[in-house]
């Protein structure tokens, strides 16, 4: 579980992880990973369930190093794979330890990767299966990460949340209709949910890209790629693309909303207040909120920092 050597030069190290890997003790465990992570000067999110862990953070790479090795002694998991990539700033403005019922919501408590999940690929083997006419491809994300980028020829679920998921599958698909079926996610945590749940469907079989997108992106060369757009990531980067080079794509910190050139070029948008989506709805002492948000985070920027507040 070394850090890459791309990460070491980099100016902030970032890393996305899971492992579904029977978790006790959860308040205990998650004030010992709280205090590990600031001691070292860690951001980002950790997610803690009786299931296992889930998390991206950020820091000088030596400090995320000593994070996950904590992490690892300290749940008993052992090694478990890590994607690393770099920011130029920090993607996390304050760090998240939180106790969840999932590390990854899709609402069926009969689910269980730990005791069954479906074939993994490797990215080498990806495009081979993916060309294979009897393979059903399928997008196991939400359709606004969908809209960003996805592989040629794949099933749109067309989602809202991860928990419509089994519903799609019950409607529209059949296991003695679609024999073979791929799958593939951003990091392939939400992979091993759904194959699960899909192999206890009656689906025989069940394949998913491991490692996910990013470990496709990073691995396979854009010439030899059926990856097309760019890859949503929960982290202020937006979206990364092949070598996991950050994508020039922006959200609207009032909606949420993803916003192309024509929007960014639009009279509704304001720089961290508003979009033409929201420009309308939001009241005056929103933007006026928004406003002073903005002007902190210019300021913190211009001390080569980063403003901390909340996030509207």
Avoid at 32 to 45: P, S, T
Avoid at 110 to 135: F, H
Avoid at 166 to 180: E, F, G, N, Q, S
Wanted: a neutral charge.
């Amino acid at each position: 579980m070394a850090l890459l050597m791309t990460a070491e030069r980099a100016p902030i190290a970032v890393a996305a992880f899971y492992r579904f890997h029977r978790l006790a003790a959860l308040p205990v465990l998650r004030g010992a990973l709280q205090e590990l992570c600031e001691v070292n000067g860690v951001r980002g999110i950790l997610l803690l369930a009786p299931e296992g862990f889930n998390g991206t953070l950020a820091g000088e790479a030596r400090a995320l190093e000593l994070v996950l090795a904590g992490l690892s002694a300290y749940t008993g998991a052992g090694s478990f794979d890590v994607k690393f990539s770099s920011a130029s700033t920090p993607p996390f403005r304050r760090l998240k330890v939180r106790i969840k019922k999932e590390i990854v919501t899709i609402g069926d408590p009969s689910v269980d990767p730990v005791a069954s999940v479906g074939t993994y690929i490797e990215p080498q083997d990806w495009n081979a299966l993916i060309a294979d006419p009897e393979v059903l491809l399928i997008d196991t994300r939400n359709a606004f990460e969908v809209a960003i980028g996805t592989f040629d020829g794949a099933l749109n679920p067309s989602t809202r949340t991860f928990g419509e998921f089994p519903a799609y599958v019950r409607k529209t698909l059949d296991p003695a209709k679609h024999r073979k079926v791929a799958m593939f996610c951003t990091g392939g945590i939400r992979c091993e949910k759904a194959s699960s749940f899909m192999l206890a469907q009656g689906f025989q079989e069940v394949f998913h890209l491991k490692g996910g997108i990013m470990n496709y992106l990073e691995t396979i060369p854009e010439a030899q790629s059926r990856w097309s757009g760019g890859c949503f990531v929960f982290d202020e980067r937006v979206a990364v693309g092949h070598g996991l080079e950050v994508q020039p794509l922006r959200f609207c910190l009032s909606c949420n909303t993803l916003l192309d050139a024509t929007a960014l070029a639009s009279p509704g948008h304001e720089q961290g207040v508003s979009c033409p989506a929201c420009v309308t709805t939001l009241s005056d002492k929103q933007k006026s909120s928004a406003r002073e948000r903005q002007r902190q985070v210019e300021l913190a920027a211009k001390r080569g920092g980063q403003h901390l507040g909340p996030r509207g």
